[in-house]
């Protein structure tokens, strides 16, 4: 059993934007596909790490709305690699009783992928031991103006007054809302940006930004991240507690 102060020590959600699959690929002289492939067992093996660390939200930035500029090959790949995950993977969520989120744009995939994506969501919406939250066709940009539509619209109807529009009311209007903010972002692959990933929701998130790349992130990267983590003093704006003392 952790002892309380270990648990407030596990990241409740981790997002991490799963990056260098085309350099792993690369390295090997093989296809980018073969580095997708790859990446896609590291998701088996992070969401399983998870369970075991007793983090309960992971979301993946699987598929970013910039990502549609990619050449044709490639998405499609990537659009029949997403079908085989779900239909090799769902057996996995049921045993594990997880649930299947998607945070996105689903609509702008083809048709027979957003319905075995909405067949396995469905599958497993009763779940309560963890959610794993697929980003596809995902922009932080994006849901935040999605988010500002939905108020305007409503304030335009004359259901919200625009003068109790504050951060819980936006908050309460992304895509998730009932999700909690990530605690822990990791980047994988050395980028050190955030391409568009969860702008509103990372605004207090410990930031790991790694050089492994995604194919190479298994078990043994997924804890140490989880290790420095729990390192880290959260202070959100106050000033460090051991020096409260002194201070007052
Ligand atoms: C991340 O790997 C996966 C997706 C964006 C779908 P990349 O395909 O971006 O890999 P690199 O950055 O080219 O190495
Ligand atoms: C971010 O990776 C998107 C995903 C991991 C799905 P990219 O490889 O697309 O990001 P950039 O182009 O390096 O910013
Ligand atoms: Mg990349």
Redesign the pocket.
């Known amino acids: 059993m952790k002892t309380k102060e270990e648990n407030a020590r596990v990241p409740r959600h981790v997002a991490i934007?799963?990056?260098g699959n085309g350099r792993w690929a690369r390295q090997r002289g093989r296809s980018r596909l073969k580095g997708h492939e790859a990446g896609a067992e590291s998701v088996r093996a992070v969401v399983k790490a998870c369970k075991g660390e007793g983090v309960e939200y992971l979301t993946l930035?699987?598929?970013?709305v910039?990502?549609w500029v990619r050449p044709k090959s490639e998405i499609d790949g990537l659009m029949r690699l997403l079908m085989r995950f779900l239909k090799n993977y769902e057996k996995e969520l049921h045993q594990r009783e997880i649930r299947l989120r998607i945070q996105g744009q689903l609509e702008d995939f083809p048709v027979n992928v957003q319905k075995e994506v909405r067949r396995v969501v469905d599958a497993t919406r009763e779940y309560g031991a963890g959610q794993l939250i697929l980003a596809l066709s995902y922009g932080g940009r994006r849901e935040l103006a999605h988010a500002a539509r939905t108020i305007a619209r409503e304030a335009a109807a004359g259901s919200l007054d625009p003068e109790t529009v504050d951060e819980a009311a936006v908050a309460a209007r992304l895509y998730l809302p009932d999700v909690p903010d990530p605690d822990l972002l990791i980047r994988t692959s050395g980028?050190m940006?955030v391409?568009n990933f969860l702008l509103w929701q990372i605004s207090y998130a410990e930031l790991y930004v790694t050089p492994v790349l995604w194919p190479d992130f298994r078990e043994k990267e997924f804890k140490k991240a989880l290790r420095e983590y729990a390192k880290r003093e959260r202070r959100f704006g106050d000033i460090a507690p051991k020096h409260r003392h002194s201070a007052e």
């Open positions: 934007i799963m990056d930035y699987a598929f970013s910039e990502n980028e940006r391409s």
